[in-house]
């Protein structure tokens, strides 16, 4: 056990299977100065510029480049500086990475690490702040996942490398400093959700920094006499069903929370199977942002947070029982 | 006259090539239309012949090939399989890809062709990337890029082509000019010259009649062995002209009167080598011989494809990802 931050977390996962694989690498823009959030800080010098390689401001042919050298036999980690700016390559990910292996009929593979920062962060404003996993998880043949704590962000970048599908990657920008203690003998498990807090009154399903809101939220509850039980669900797809169903058999409430916009979100998918399947005490609660844009002004952005009262609000309304 | 130095056997090889690429394309076109046995579009490359022979020969197996939403030549010429490749545009088992992509995303990465494909201009950045796999794992493989014309006007040619440019890798990039993207004139579209492009971009720059495949041949040998030994990217420019419609359903009516026919008896890349091969004492009957057993050739895989089964209904779900595989949970 070691203590680390979030991004200091993913540094050493990159940095331990570099030295393990010679075919590992990692392309973006100002890799070698150590990255826009320095996620990168100190590996140029230890794998020099080839492998740790600086790029073009080229989203499209990063993506499209590094999709090519994993056709060939390496494993790309790739840098989009923002998850917003991942949009360049939009055509190279879903059309391209997500569909070759199916489309030449299992001829090939895109073992790549696709790194996304996302969220919102320090006014950041509407293009510098989004969370659009749900977009991914609607893609067939990519992994999407978005840890929330160093821990996962270790065990799950471990996991992202070792996996021979296209992994997103979604980590957020706002909790890169976040410190926590680090088991490096702790294995990621794409599917495998986190029980972060057990408790049998409501259960709160959520992933990236919402999760760690939550995490608050139920402490808040706690004090009140509602046990909520917190899922971090780590990756979206695959998504840990079992976990949340069992819960919420348990509980027989449920509450999702995120980031990104609530109409279509992730946990729009959450609610649905979770309805289809468990006749629940009290309708499911959604939280997410109102569909409206991201904005610079510190006061307009956090008309469109998730908060921790927002969320204790939620817990409380489906214990209540007041449906 | 033939010119001087013609290779007569090197000639009749390559003859033989282009009229089994151009057999392939008219039988599938006939499965197409006469019996709907092709079902998604197909994109011929009827009269652009020379290119794929002329600049696969130089390469070996080993090295790699991106390809177009056109690419049954170059696939056929890189050495795939006629019976698969034909399997492939019915959607049959035993197909190269399984019966799941189809004509625009045909690929043999056991001959090192790394796909066709359906976007314009996404091979580009994608076929740099190869180049750049292959300079890391080291080796002296190259990577060829082929594409039309008509993604000069794409993004990626500019960010595939400075990246090439930029890491220095191991490519040629080939630009098939073909005068039309889809069904408009590409000279009408395009602001400069594309040629002109690649130089801006620093690369050592080739511009070919693309249908004399004897030239271009000699050409393509003497680039890909610069690239070969000197790691260093090029980009060669050819010129050529697509006889057929943009997809074989596709009557191109857009074009000038008498333009396709004036073309097809001036510039066709196989009628100009069996004019050169006779002049240098080849018989007709033999050039008609291999025209003959390439079109036998291709109505057998026709006759292959024809009986063979379709895909197993779940390999639907097969080779989507392992992680969260939908043959495991499609929900």
């Given at each position: 056990?070691?203590?680390?931050?979030?991004a200091?977390?993913?540094r050493?996962?990159?940095?331990?299977a570099?030295r393990?694989?010679?075919?590992?690498?990692?392309?973006?823009?100002?890799?070698?100065?150590?990255g826009?959030?320095?996620?990168?800080?100190?590996?140029?010098?230890?794998?020099?510029?080839?492998r740790?390689?600086?790029a073009?401001?080229?989203?499209?042919?990063?993506?499209?480049?590094?999709f090519?050298?994993?056709?060939?036999?390496t494993?790309?980690?790739?840098?989009?500086r923002?998850?917003?700016?991942?949009l360049?390559?939009?055509?190279?990910?879903v059309?391209?990475?997500?569909?070759?292996?199916?489309?030449?009929?299992?001829?090939?593979?895109?073992?790549?690490?696709?790194?996304?920062p996302m969220?919102?962060?320090?006014?950041?404003?509407?293009q510098?702040?989004?969370?659009?996993?749900?977009w991914?998880?609607?893609?067939?043949?990519?992994?999407?996942?978005?840890?929330a704590t160093?821990?996962?962000?270790?065990?799950m970048?471990?996991?992202?490398?070792a996996?021979?599908?296209?992994?997103v990657y979604?980590?957020?920008?706002?909790?890169?400093?976040?410190?926590?203690?680090?088991?490096?003998?702790?294995a990621?498990?794409?599917g495998?959700a986190?029980?972060?807090?057990?408790?049998?009154?409501?259960?709160?399903?959520?992933?990236?920094?919402?999760?760690?809101?939550c995490?608050?939220?139920?402490?808040?509850?706690?004090?009140e006499?509602?046990?909520?039980?917190?899922i971090?669900?780590l990756?979206?797809?695959?998504?840990?069903?079992?976990?949340v169903l069992?819960?919420?058999?348990?509980?027989?409430r449920?509450?999702?929370?995120?980031?990104s916009?609530?109409?279509?979100?992730?946990?729009?998918?959450?609610?649905?199977?979770?309805?289809?399947?468990?006749?629940?005490?009290?309708?499911?609660?959604?939280?997410?942002?109102?569909?409206s844009?991201?904005?610079?002004?510190?006061?307009?952005?956090?008309?469109?947070?998730?908060?921790?009262?927002?969320?204790?609000?939620?817990?409380?309304?489906a214990?209540?029982?007041e449906? | 006259?033939?010119r001087?130095n013609?290779?007569?056997?090197?000639g009749?090889?390559?003859?033989?090539?282009?009229e089994?690429?151009r057999?392939?394309?008219?039988?599938?076109?006939r499965?197409?239309?006469?019996?709907?046995?092709?079902l998604?579009?197909?994109?011929?490359?009827?009269?652009?012949e020379?290119?794929a022979?002329?600049?696969m020969?130089?390469?070996r197996?080993?090295?790699?090939?991106?390809?177009?939403?056109?690419g049954?030549?170059?696939?056929l010429?890189?050495?795939?399989?006629?019976?698969?490749?034909?399997?492939?545009?019915?959607?049959?088992?035993?197909?190269c890809?399984?019966?799941?992509?189809?004509?625009?995303?045909?690929?043999?990465?056991?001959?090192?062709?790394?796909?066709?494909?359906?976007?314009?201009?996404?091979?580009?950045?994608?076929?740099?990337?190869?180049?750049?796999?292959?300079?890391?794992?080291?080796?002296?493989?190259?990577v060829?890029?082929l594409?039309?014309?008509?993604?000069?006007?794409?993004g990626?040619?500019?960010?595939g082509?400075?990246w090439?440019?930029?890491?220095?890798?191991?490519?040629?990039?080939?630009?098939?000019?073909?005068?039309?993207?889809?069904?408009?004139?590409?000279?009408?579209?395009?602001?400069?010259?594309?040629?002109?492009?690649?130089r801006?971009?620093?690369?050592r720059?080739?511009?070919?009649?693309?249908?004399?495949v004897?030239?271009l041949?000699?050409?393509?040998?003497?680039?890909?062995?610069?690239?070969?030994?000197t790691?260093?990217?090029?980009?060669?420019?050819?010129k050529t002209?697509?006889?057929?419609?943009?997809?074989?359903?596709?009557?191109?009516t857009?074009?000038?009167?008498?333009?396709?026919?004036?073309?097809?008896?001036?510039?066709?890349?196989?009628?100009?080598l069996?004019?050169?091969?006779?002049?240098?004492?080849v018989?007709?009957?033999d050039?008609?011989a291999?025209?003959?057993?390439?079109?036998?050739?291709?109505?057998?895989?026709?006759?292959?494809?024809?009986?063979?089964?379709?895909?197993?209904?779940?390999?639907v779900?097969a080779?989507?990802?392992?992680i969260?595989?939908?043959?495991m949970?499609?929900?």
């Amino acid at each position: 056990m070691a203590a680390m931050t979030y991004a200091g977390a993913a540094r050493l996962a990159i940095a331990e299977a570099m030295r393990a694989d010679p075919t590992v690498w990692c392309v973006g823009e100002d890799l070698g100065r150590g990255g826009v959030f320095k996620q990168y800080d100190g590996l140029v010098e230890e794998f020099g510029p080839e492998r740790i390689s600086d790029a073009p401001i080229s989203e499209a042919a990063i993506m499209g480049a590094a999709f090519g050298a994993a056709m060939v036999g390496t494993r790309p980690i790739v840098e989009m500086r923002f998850a917003d700016f991942a949009l360049c390559a939009t055509d190279e990910l879903v059309n391209q990475i997500a569909k070759a292996r199916f489309m030449f009929g299992g001829q090939s593979r895109a073992p790549m690490v696709i790194r996304k920062p996302m969220g919102m962060w320090r006014s950041s404003a509407a293009q510098h702040s989004q969370s659009l996993e749900s977009w991914y998880a609607h893609i067939p043949g990519l992994v999407v996942c978005c840890p929330a704590t160093p821990q996962d962000n270790y065990s799950m970048m471990k996991a992202a490398i070792a996996c021979d599908d296209p992994v997103v990657y979604l980590e957020h920008k706002d909790i890169w400093l976040d410190e926590g203690e680090v088991d490096t003998d702790l294995a990621g498990e794409f599917g495998k959700a986190r029980v972060r807090r057990e408790g049998g009154d409501v259960t709160i399903v959520s992933w990236s920094n919402t999760a760690n809101l939550c995490l608050d939220a139920a402490e808040t509850l706690a004090g009140e006499g509602i046990d909520a039980e917190v899922i971090d669900l780590l990756s979206l797809w695959p998504w840990d069903k079992a976990a949340v169903l069992s819960s919420v058999r348990k509980t027989g409430r449920l509450v999702v929370a995120h980031e990104s916009v609530a109409v279509a979100g992730f946990g729009a998918e959450v609610v649905a199977t979770v309805a289809q399947t468990v006749r629940l005490k009290a309708l499911p609660r959604r939280l997410g942002s109102p569909r409206s844009l991201i904005a610079y002004a510190p006061n307009l952005e956090e008309q469109l947070k998730v908060t921790p009262a927002m969320i204790s609000e939620a817990a409380r309304g489906a214990v209540g029982g007041e449906d | 006259m033939s010119r001087p130095n013609f290779d007569v056997e090197a000639g009749l090889r390559r003859l033989e090539l282009m009229e089994r690429i151009r057999a392939f394309e008219e039988t599938a076109r006939r499965a197409a239309i006469d019996e709907q046995l092709v079902l998604g579009a197909i994109h011929l490359s009827i009269g652009q012949e020379a290119v794929a022979v002329a600049v696969m020969e130089p390469l070996r197996r080993e090295d790699y090939i991106l390809s177009t939403h056109r690419g049954h030549g170059h696939t056929l010429a890189k050495g795939a399989e006629a019976p698969a490749m034909m399997k492939e545009l019915l959607g049959r088992e035993g197909g190269c890809c399984g019966g799941k992509g189809g004509s625009m995303h045909i690929a043999d990465f056991g001959v090192g062709m790394l796909g066709a494909n359906g976007v314009v201009a996404a091979n580009i950045h994608i076929a740099a990337g190869a180049a750049h796999g292959v300079k890391l794992l080291g080796g002296d493989r190259i990577v060829v890029c082929l594409f039309g014309d008509g993604a000069a006007n794409r993004g990626p040619f500019l960010e595939g082509v400075n990246w090439a440019g930029v890491f220095d890798l191991p490519i040629l990039f080939v630009c098939e000019d073909n005068h039309y993207s889809a069904s408009t004139l590409t000279s009408a579209m395009t602001s400069g010259r594309v040629a002109d492009r690649a130089r801006a971009l620093g690369l050592r720059t080739t511009e070919a009649d693309g249908n004399d495949v004897t030239a271009l041949a000699a050409t393509a040998a003497e680039i890909t062995g610069r690239i070969r030994a000197t790691g260093k990217p090029e980009f060669l420019y050819v010129k050529t002209y697509r006889l057929s419609g943009h997809t074989y359903f596709d009557p191109a009516t857009y074009r000038p009167e008498g333009e396709a026919e004036h073309m097809r008896e001036t510039a066709c890349p196989i009628m100009r080598l069996r004019v050169e091969l006779a002049e240098a004492g080849v018989a007709e009957a033999d050039m008609d011989a291999l025209h003959g057993a390439a079109a036998e050739e291709m109505t057998a895989a026709l006759d292959a494809a024809r009986a063979a089964p379709w895909p197993a209904d779940d390999s639907v779900f097969a080779d989507v990802q392992d992680i969260g595989s939908p043959a495991m949970e499609a929900f």
